[in-house]
């Protein structure tokens, strides 16, 4: 039943229940129950019974969602809006106790904010996450190839098992030391360091530790024969000339002169 506005005959403002739910949002099922009980009866209703608000109806509706949406009960409502009680006091307890549970919820909202951290720090890190850490040099071929190249070896199964959890913020350090350990070998090559000086070779030895610590066990024989992919395969080439020109061969030089002096 949708009648118009003044429906009563009146010329007074009236709404039918489906007027009413449309106007507020509460649904006609909601404002019968609210009848029922008798915390908001129509003040009027049509010759043929049905159910006619006033605006003071529309006005009572409006305090009861918003107490509504305070977590008020339905009956504490009643009692508010028919008992002798101060609203303005009661409303200003209940302002009270929603701006102390803001204070709650901040705080909840940052506990899980922690929790979602902890548990992004703790989870191995995608594919997405290491193309941004490190750009170029790392992409799906590049990794397709490689397991098609070592994949069987003892040193590729080694490095799979120990890198399979490895986090966004492991893979964030491990960057960190290997762009490190490239500036020192810059650093002795732009100062005239030949490759088997002492600075030189130590950067050597700071890149086997690293490979040998964080990826698979990398002998100093071993190494040797990652510096010479280093000048072989244009790709490690390429990353190494980005850093410096000529530093490719100078890395490869300093990795022998390093596994000579350890012999």
């Not at 005959?9 to 009980?37: E, F, K, N, Q, S």
């Not at 919820?105 to 922690?114: M, P, S």
């Not at 750009?135 to 070592?150: I, K, L, N, P, T």
């Amino acid at each position: 039943m949708t009648a118009t506005n003044g429906a009563d005959g009146t010329g007074t403002t009236t709404w039918t229940v489906g007027r009413l739910a449309d106007l507020t949002g509460v649904t006609v099922r909601t404002l019968h129950h609210y009848d029922r009980i008798g915390l908001l009866s129509p003040a009027k209703r049509t010759g043929a019974g049905y159910r006619l608000y006033t605006e003071a109806d529309l006005d009572r509706l409006w305090r009861i969602v918003l107490y509504r949406r305070l977590e008020m009960p339905l009956d504490e409502i009643a009692a508010l809006l028919d008992g002798d009680g101060d609203p303005v006091d009661h409303l200003r307890r209940r302002r009270e106790a929603v701006v102390s549970r803001l204070g709650e919820l901040t705080e909840l909202v940052a506990a899980i904010d922690r929790a979602m951290e902890t548990q992004m720090q703790q989870r191995p890190a995608t594919a997405e996450e290491m193309r941004e850490i490190f750009g170029d040099g790392f992409r799906d071929e590049y990794q397709a190839e490689a397991e098609e190249r070592w994949g069987q070896t003892d040193a590729w199964k080694q490095s799979a098992r120990r890198t399979r959890d490895y986090t966004k913020a492991d893979w964030e350090q491990i960057k960190a030391e290997t762009d490190a350990i490239h500036a020192a070998f810059a650093t002795a090559m732009r100062a005239g360091e030949p490759a088997d000086s002492t600075a030189a070779m130590d950067a050597a030895e700071r890149a086997r530790k690293h490979i040998d610590e964080r990826f698979y066990e990398c002998s100093h024989e071993f190494h040797t024969c990652l510096g010479e992919m280093y000048v072989s395969d244009p790709r490690f080439t390429a990353s190494y000339e980005e850093i410096e020109p000529g530093l490719a061969r100078y890395v490869r030089d300093a990795i022998v002169a390093n596994a000579d002096r350890h012999r």
